[in-house]
């Protein structure tokens, strides 16, 4: 890119969630009147398929970002909404708790609830600090509303809540989406990278039939591989394996099972812990383990011994590493 | 020692000392098991020319107190709705540090983008601070109370310039009304046990032991500079190089502004704090330049004035903060913590931020080693940002060819100060860091006031048409003039204010 110049063609790698995430905020942004925005994502990688639980900043995303119609968003990503995270078995087995959304109790007189509720526990109350936030109350009881906006005072507090959705359906949706703004989209694989001689700025990518892409501003969104940040920049990497030892995954989806749970379970096994997310069509299930400990095979015949309904597929394998690059630019 | 806390010692003078025993006192005053304040009392410094000029966060201490506003007008206190700048370019250079923001976000751009795009390309003459409800109302004489609509908009707020003795004297009254234990006294020695205070030892022969010591005594800090080691002290001089200080009293203005001026001259500046029976001067200077009696002619050249040397107090400043103000069983609070000319109006802000973290780090058993660590970084993160916001007036001033403005413009800075200047001066956008007292519009109104035109702005500031954005800031303006106009006077709401025939301060 040449300095002092307005950007005009920006390239966003890959197009799993985070490549038609960037597409479509960008495009909603910036849009594609005065800069031009193409996305190229190889159909033969394919992308990671996973990243199905969410955050409640979800919300703020989909909503003042890119304005979605949040019913429309639901219906097309078979989404299903998310209170919290029942944390099963990790203190010990039988034992769990849940990590709500959404505040516990009230502040008071500038002190954290925090303090109040230890006092209270102290005096002979018990550990379930539940009752003291509505997020855990409607997820034990199987309940979800959304934040009524009726005038007058508030007589509940405000509902946070983030949700479970089919990840390819969500970068299927935030396709037609971004498309719809201009975004265009090659089908291809990157095979090498042209840099400016002067400042090794990226100048295009070269796809594999031989065809280059030029463009003044580059977003890898290639995954875990960092085809851009690492194999052409070298960003590094900070493992926190030492940390977060956990290095594979085995995923399978399986049939719904009993009433929709309207959060995550993650529960503690032998080498790691399985995910359980209930989708509307499907539950998707995953066994997060550290290869040290359990072999691969392993892993999958206990997840498939571990499901609450009939698998719907083989498990797929997943390997990475936990960590952050050391840039992101 | 790990009994939790049953006794505070307060030793010191005047505001540090009597806010933090009435704090202290009140924040404990309904618990289960009270906590006792004791206060000893060195010998006040204050002057009747005293004023402190604080920030609107004074307003936030009010609450904590309990204490209303007529406080401040009963003592003969005035709003401030900010500072106007003169001379810090060069002679007849003027801008206004209001407490607001500017103009009203596009597609979620700040306005700032959009004015620079128009004073670049557009043709706009405008100064940014037009664009702030708090500015105009200031120029207008009114109270910037907001409609609901303009609160949207709007961070208008003030703060306020008190009358230091009598104001200081309501708040000592209230203190030992609700039970603060006074002891007026000198300290002889103290006696300490592992780096622990252990007893106090006052002149009259008397001792004092608490489990908590609180050193509220300034610059003086006799009871933290007795545990600290020899370098705790950071002296933040060659910044912020003016070292004396002038108080004077003039006759009070008519019509009485709601801000603040400062205005530069050669050898430091002069600031003029408008209180309801008088108007509070300050003259800031650096001995190296000038001698007081040279300020004071300048100051009675400059006010039309006739001071004399008897007329004024004159007072030494330490610029600096202590890198750890909680040693022990110690904590330095306001001035003592951290000493800085009154330049921004923090000077009972230091005093608010030790109160803050003091309260939400109260100690609840003996070993006060994690709360220290966590206050210590905490303070000194904050002071470490507002020492940058002082330091920016100095680096970016355009006074040229007097050895003081020259010498302060080519200083090297701090590193988080360099870094905010040129990320601002090339696409005016504010860096913020953690723990900051000003926000980014008060960052935005002195970085632009000083003369700084970012070079570039928002890309997507070009998403609006020009006739749009034109008529947006149309729009605005005539948003801001309207609201100013239903604004009430600031005459009358400290009539309202003050009329009340309830004789407590407190609500
Ligand atoms: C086991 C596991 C469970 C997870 N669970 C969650 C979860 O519950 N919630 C959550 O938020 N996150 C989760 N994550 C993280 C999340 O899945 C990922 O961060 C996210 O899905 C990654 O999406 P992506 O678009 O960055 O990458 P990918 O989905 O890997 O997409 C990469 C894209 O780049 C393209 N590409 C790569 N190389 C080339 C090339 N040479 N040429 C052309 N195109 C190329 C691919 O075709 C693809 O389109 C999980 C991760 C793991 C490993």
Redesign the pocket.
Known sequence: MIMNQRIKNIII???????WMTAAALSKTIGCRSCKITL????Q??????????LPLINLFNKNVLGLDENEFVRETNATFKLGIEFADWRKVGHSYFHPFGHIGVDMDGISFMHYWLRWYKAGGGLDFSRFNAETEAARSLKFMRTTNEPGPKVMPDIYYAFHFD?SLYAAYLRRYAEKLGVSRIE???ESVNQHPDNGYISSLVLKNGETIEGDFFID?????G?LIEQVYQAGYYDWSHWLPVNR?A?VPCESAGELLPFTRSTARESGWQ?R?PLQHRIGN?Y?FCDQYISEDEAADKLLSRLDGRALDKPKS?R?VTGVRKKAG | MDKPIKKVAVVGRDADAWLAALILRLSFLKAENPIEIVLIELPSKLHPHEFYSVLPSHQVLHKVMGLRESVVFKTAGQCSLGQRFFNWSGESTSFFHGYDTHGVPVNNIEFLHYWVKARKHMQLELPLEDFSFVVEAAKQGKFPSLSDSAAQVSNATYGYHLNALPYISAIAKEAIGLGVVHKIGELKSLDQIDGNISCLHLSDGSQVQADLYIDASGEDAILISQLEAADNFESWGQWLPCDKKITASLPPLSPMPGFAQIVAFQQGWIGYFPLLNRTALTAIYSSEYATAEQIINKVNKVSKASLKAESVVQSTIKTGARKKSWIGNCVAIGESAASIEPLDATQLHILHLSMLFLRRLFPNSGDLKLEADLYNEKMQSHLTNIRDFLVAHYKLNQRHGEPLWDAQRNMQIPQSLEEKISLFSSRGMVAMCEDETFLEENWASILIGHGIMPETYDPLVEKVSRPDQVKHFQKILQYIAAEVAAMPSMQSHIEINTESSKSSIFS
């Open positions: 790698v890959g197009g799993g969630t985070a490549g190229v994502e190889s159909e990688i394919g992308t990671v398929g996973v990243g199905e639980a969410t990840a291809g694989m990157i969104c290639s995954g875990f591989k085809i995954a995923a995910w997310i995953g997060v997943l990475f």
